[in-house]
């Protein structure tokens, strides 16, 4: 079969970060993203390897309103902000609290250690969150780092949030602090932390030593104890990282099914490549797509979760991510909410509200209910609600962008935002991304303020 071009798109050169033509290939059953720099010429790299999924998977997705934001003056990716370019608002606020780490994790797309260790005060915090409601209203927070957890002012910085009325967030954690401290969990819960964003590799310790280079596992069990007991609901974030734990998928969600119900899902996100191949683009068997890993979930849990259940994200580009929702029965099995509604459901219509839609979900699946336990109606149908409300879970995916594969058309969709102390927005695999030598597009300086890293002059088109 010939190779055959399914759309035409914008990305940047990975050496000189201009902005250069783009375009999906199919070539048998896969997709690869090709795209090419006159001065240094072409790039490709595997995207999905289900071309008839690629295909199929964006049919209910539209594009978002585009926001009122600062004008664009260079283009994308030069303009974050966000710029009037960008379509929709944050359906998930990131907050760099510090860029200090008590780990050295081989893989981190936060690349701590090698930027600046400055971080913003309480007012700096501030400002971060109003931003996000003058843009985004009550979307949902997350706060990250670098590794949030050592600052002392954790829990005020938690407390300003609720009092500023927003209601959902998230502790993104390595979990070490909550393991260490049985009471710090019921402390973040009280101060109204919602969610541990807990990194969680997998179930065995030579996984952690591949990708955060020392034993952890025992770690996260503790930091998922004290939580438990705090009532503190925790969703676990793998990395998935070909050759070390994509088959170990089926394992992970076990081990989630057995600490269900603090455990409230599991966020899966397939390694992006932010400066770790220099000058070379990762190899195939180095990339694992979206469709890859949803297979690879119906296959390791033999159909207890299958691709029908898995619904694409509603909002353009649908390449980014998938959800879906399961309760976990009383034999010990998992029963689709989303079973087959990934193509039924009637599509958005413009203009939906779609950070509205997303905190609605994270404050249903992604926080221990507050009436836990407290109702024991003796009725069949109150036992059945009962369980459904306490043992329902969010298993979703996320494929962050590199510069190897970032399109400029899915970067202006993007929903989730890294927020910096002057009220800058810029969607994460733009602020994260990095060039084949390790270079960042953006970065933070000393006062706080986003900085596009690239010269002015080289920032059109690749001539």
Same mark, same amino acid.
């Given at each position: ?7 035409q ?6 050496v000189?970060r ?7 290939r ?13 001065e240094?010429? &072409? ?11 690629f295909?199929?998977w ?6 978002a309103?585009?926001?009122? @934001?600062?004008?664009?003056?260079? *283009? ?5 902000g ?8 944050s ?10 780490c008590?780990m ?6 936060? &690349? ?7 971080e ?5 915090v501030?400002?971060m969150l ?10 949902s927070?997350?706060f ?7 600052? !002392?002012d954790l ?5 300003? *949030?609720?009092e ?11 979990g ?9 969990a ?5 101060? *109204? ?9 997998g ?5 952690y030593?591949?990708?955060? @280079? ?15 007991k705090?009532g503190l609901?925790?969703?676990?974030v793998p ?6 734990? &994509? ?9 989630a099914?057995?600490?269900?119900p ?12 932010f ?10 068997e ?13 296959r ?6 299958r691709?029908?259940?898995m ?8 390449h ?9 029965d !009383? ?12 193509r ?10 779609f ?15 507050? !009436?836990?336990?407290k ?6 149908m ?10 329902t879970?969010?298993?979703? @995916?996320?494929g962050?962008?590199d510069?190897?594969?970032?399109d400029?058309?899915r970067l ?31 970065q933070v ?12 002059? &080289? ?5």
């Amino acid at each position: 079969m010939e190779p055959s071009i399914l759309s035409q798109t914008q990305s940047i050169c990975p050496v000189c970060r201009k902005r250069i033509p783009a375009r999906y290939r199919k070539e048998g059953s896969k997709v690869y993203f090709e795209k090419e720099c006159k001065e240094h010429g &072409d790039f490709r790299t595997l995207f999905w390897r289900d071309a008839q999924l690629f295909e199929e998977w964006p049919a209910l997705s539209v594009h978002a309103d585009q926001v009122k @934001g600062k004008p664009a003056r260079r *283009g994308c990716p030069y303009d974050c902000g966000l710029c009037e370019e960008h379509e929709g608002a944050s359906c998930t606020a990131v907050l760099e609290v510090t860029f200090r780490c008590n780990m050295n994790c081989p893989i981190c797309f936060a &690349d701590t250690g090698k930027i600046n260790q400055w971080e913003p005060d309480q007012a700096g915090v501030r400002r971060m969150l109003e931003a996000v409601w003058k843009t985004s209203g009550n979307c949902s927070i997350q706060f990250s780092g670098g590794e949030p957890t050592v600052r !002392e002012d954790l829990e005020d910085l938690l407390r300003m *949030g609720k009092e500023m009325g927003f209601s959902h967030i998230q502790v993104n954690t390595n979990g070490l602090k909550l393991s260490q401290d049985p009471d710090y969990a019921a402390r973040l819960k009280n101060a *109204g932390a919602d969610l541990i964003y807990l990194q969680f590799d997998g179930t065995d310790d030579a996984v952690y030593q591949a990708i955060r @280079g020392r034993d952890l596992f025992e770690v996260k069990c503790r930091a998922i104890e004290h939580c438990a007991k705090a009532g503190l609901g925790v969703l676990l974030v793998p990395v998935v990282t070909p050759g070390v734990n &994509d088959g170990k998928l089926g394992e992970i969600v076990d081990f989630a099914k057995k600490h269900m119900p603090a455990v409230k899902g599991i966020h899966f996100q397939p390694v992006s490549y932010f400066g770790r191949f220099p000058d070379q683009c990762p190899p195939d068997e180095a990339r694992m797509g979206l469709g890859d890993l949803m297979q690879e979930l119906e296959r390791q849990t033999g159909g207890e979760m299958r691709l029908s259940d898995m619904v694409s994200r509603k909002r353009s580009d649908s390449h980014c991510s998938f959800s879906s929702v399961y309760y976990l029965d !009383e034999e010990g099995q998992l029963r689709a909410i989303t079973k087959e509604n990934r193509r039924e459901d009637a599509p958005c219509e413009p203009g939906t509200n779609f950070p509205e839609k997303a905190n609605q979900f994270t404050n249903e699946y992604w926080r221990m209910p507050k !009436e836990q336990g407290k109702s024991r109606s003796r009725t069949a149908m109150g036992a059945f609600l009962r369980r459904l409300r306490e043992y329902t879970l969010s298993v979703t @995916g996320m494929g962050f962008q590199d510069v190897w594969n970032v399109d400029l058309a899915r970067l202006r969709g993007c929903c989730v935002h890294v927020v910096t102390p002057d009220g800058n927005l810029t969607p994460l695999c733009a602020f994260h991304l990095t060039d084949a030598k390790g270079g960042h597009l953006y970065q933070v300086d000393l006062d706080g303020r986003l900085v596009c890293l690239q010269e002015e002059k &080289d920032c059109g088109e690749c001539e």
